[in-house]
């Protein structure tokens, strides 16, 4: 088996800050994902990518970067954090066939003061 | 577009008795169709996937899922819950937009009364 780890697990910024999270996976999956809970609201996708160097965009990509230098991490950089926000990030990936189970990081649980 | 609803916010079932979670979808074309679970604290995990074939697919822990196509449904059931299946559970759908993506509906809370 294989697993994904998600750093940091609690994030704390400021109004207007840049934050970065991070993502590495040892499954050797093709695509990555990262998607954003929201209480009521389930996941969102935000971006994804099908290979090294490849993004793709979701939903939700406003307001975010992302980028997968290597197969194994994709990180995902909110470029102006608002205030109050707060929200659950999680990656994934999968080998990227249509019927193939997607796996899940823990999170990364964001808090904007 | 595609998307998937799940109606029900939150759902309320007495320990061994049956559930059913609602879960329809909108998908132009052959759909690949998920059920996860989202244990306290925990990651989201598979419970059961439907490609084509048969309708009815069997899942872990007692679960299993009904593919309608005439209804675009995609309900998600168990015969006797038990309290370890308190949880929140997702209904997901696989899409193609320059590579395979899975669109999720909000998710129905489960919890479970002794």
């Known amino acids: 088996g294989g697993i994904i780890t998600q750093t940091p697990k609690f994030l704390i910024g400021q109004e207007g800050q840049k934050l970065t999270l991070k993502c590495q996976q040892n499954?050797?999956?093709?695509?990555m994902y990262w998607y954003r809970q929201d209480s009521g609201k389930g996941l969102r996708l935000i971006y994804y990518?099908?290979?090294?160097?490849?993004?793709q965009k979701g939903d939700l990509s406003e307001g975010y970067d992302a980028s997968r230098e290597k197969k194994s991490s994709f990180s995902l950089t909110v470029t102006s954090a608002q205030k109050n926000e707060m929200a659950v990030f999680l990656c994934?990936?999968?080998?990227?066939?249509?019927?193939?189970?997607?796996?899940f990081g823990k999170g990364t649980r964001l808090t904007v003061v | 577009a595609q998307s998937v609803t799940q109606p029900d916010a939150r759902v309320t079932v007495s320990e061994g008795a049956s559930l059913q979670l609602r879960c329809k979808y909108s998908?132009?074309?052959?759909?690949?169709l998920f059920w996860y679970v989202q244990y306290p604290r925990q990651g989201l995990q598979l419970l059961l996937k439907?490609?084509?074939?048969?309708?009815v697919v069997q899942g872990v822990n007692g679960f299993e899922a009904e593919f309608s196509k005439s209804n675009s449904s995609f309900h998600l059931r168990k015969a006797s819950v038990h309290w370890s299946d308190w949880a929140v559970y997702f209904c997901?759908?696989?899409?193609?937009?320059?590579?395979?993506?899975?669109?999720f509906g909000t998710g129905t809370t489960v919890s479970v009364s002794p």
């Open positions: 990518s099908i290979t090294e160097n490849d993004l």
């Open positions: 997901a759908v696989s899409t193609y937009q320059g590579g395979r993506a899975l669109i």
């Open positions: 994934a990936s999968s080998i990227g066939r249509a019927d193939t189970e997607v796996f």
């Open positions: 998908y132009f074309g052959t759909p690949y």
């Open positions: 499954f050797n999956h093709d695509t």
């Open positions: 439907y490609y084509p074939g048969d309708p």
